[in-house]
């Protein structure tokens, strides 16, 4: 059996060693070849390649010549790679959110025999099977689900909190930060609730994580689309959620009001950062900071303003690109300044908390915990996100999941088997059930 991976990024590494380890051959396509050939390790059923998306020919001929396709390339490029995979009747598994194009693909798919397998990572991924676990035991006793928050964050670990933001990228800062310029919608008691993306940091939930201490959530996308894809037709609060260390909300929120992460090109040639943020505040550049703090309504030392001065947005120094987006300049003093140090530790934490009716119409909550470090030779991040997929790989080229068409993980016949082998890799949630009402989020 013979998998094409597409892309070597962040989360590479525990897919390909999986894969590998597995004994089935692996070709790892990458624009950057050092990428690739660092994570195939000279093993000899791993081969390395470069390759750029827009060579349509060579990734025509690589997705023919392959049984399974892995795409770990930008979402944007997921349509052009499934499209191959059914015109040459190829599966094809990916950890993006399935767009509307992709849907669309559902039945070309059916009719070319394969399975386009996406949202097969953390979140989303682990975050569907570990629901549906629940939601289906509690259906097949003939409890009803009343109300159901999923929280997930992929964070630094405690000890690595040490900048004002208390974060540190162990994946992409862009695709994080534009995240944050999505709305959001959810249901609470019943009610939709709609936020425009200037509300989305405003008023987060404190909850408090056992081993890791009150944390921030803010609201993720639309968690409206989970009420039917669930089968939670009588769920009063459905909520689906992000962790964020406490300030990170305040914060971001005070860096999307002043436009700092908007999408229009500007010059920022021979312009200080001080010169950019006073052009973007319409102020002289004297004092700048004290007019941030002004136009926020905030403290001078309030958290947003501290960690806007310590990303070096008041400088006098000049920025590393002549012209993008505000977006581009933000992101660009992330990469520099928030990344995660090589062996340093990240974690991802993962909360469902439930409140059921049962047949007999008693009540209670359930709870799932997951608390997931990195190890010494992978991020929790990588692990997370790369082992559901790779798992996910070995099960269709072991014809254990079977299903046809654009699917996500969320039927027991294929979160079952990845959930049991997760679980001898380390990664598994812990169930409480039978709690009091009170516990209720």
Request: glycine fraction near 6%.
């Amino acid at each position: 059996m013979k998998v094409l991976l597409l892309g070597a990024g962040m989360v590479a590494k525990p897919l390909a060693d999986y894969i590998l380890d597995n004994q089935i051959e692996l070709t790892i396509a990458s624009r950057t070849l050092t990428k690739a050939e660092k994570l195939i390790r000279n093993r000899v059923n791993g081969k390395a390649l470069q390759l750029t998306i827009d060579d349509r020919n060579q990734l025509d001929e690589l997705i023919a010549t392959h049984d399974l396709t892995v795409s770990l390339l930008p979402y944007a490029h997921h349509v052009t790679v499934a499209k191959l995979c059914i015109k040459h009747k190829k599966n094809m598994v990916t950890t993006s959110y399935v767009s509307n194009e992709m849907k669309a693909l559902d039945a070309e798919a059916k009719e070319a025999g394969i399975i386009i397998l996406n949202e097969i990572g953390v979140d989303p991924g682990f975050d569907h099977m570990t629901a549906m676990r629940i939601i289906d035991k509690v259906q097949d006793k003939g409890g009803t689900i009343k109300e159901f928050y999923s929280l997930c964050g992929a964070l630094a670990a405690p000890e690595e909190t040490n900048n004002p933001f208390k974060y540190k990228f162990s994946w992409s800062p862009r695709g994080v930060i534009m995240a944050g310029n999505n709305g959001a919608k959810y249901l609470k008691d019943g009610e939709i609730v709609e936020l425009p993306t200037e509300k989305l940091f405003k008023n987060p939930l404190k909850i408090d994580f056992p081993e890791v201490g009150e944390m921030d959530v803010y609201p993720n996308r639309d968690s409206l689309a989970y009420i039917n894809l669930y089968g939670l037709k009588d769920v009063a609060t459905m909520y689906r959620g992000t962790f964020r260390y406490p300030d990170w909300c305040q914060i971001m929120d005070a860096i999307k009001t002043l436009g700092l992460v908007t999408y229009d090109k500007q010059s920022f040639a021979g312009k200080t950062y001080k010169k950019i943020m006073a052009r973007q505040l319409e102020v002289y550049p004297a004092n700048i900071k004290e007019k941030a703090a002004e136009r926020l309504r905030l403290p001078i030392d309030s958290p947003a303003i501290l960690a806007m001065e310590w990303l070096g947005l008041f400088s006098g120094y000049m920025p590393s690109i002549d012209e993008g987006s505000n977006f581009d300049l933000i992101t660009d003093l992330m990469l520099k300044k928030m990344m995660l140090p090589e062996g340093a530790r990240d974690m991802v934490i993962m909360l469902h908390s439930f409140l059921i009716e049962n047949a007999d119409g008693s009540t209670e909550v359930v709870k799932s915990r997951l608390l997931d470090f990195a190890t010494k030779e992978d991020t929790s991040i990588a692990r997370t996100v790369g082992l559901p997929a790779a798992i996910g790989v070995k099960m269709i080229l072991d014809k254990k999941i079977t299903k046809k068409g654009v699917h996500i993980p969320i039927s027991k016949s294929i979160y079952e088997p990845i959930l049991t082998e997760l679980e001898k890799l380390g990664i598994a949630m812990t169930e409480e059930w039978r709690l009091d009402t009170s516990e209720k989020l």
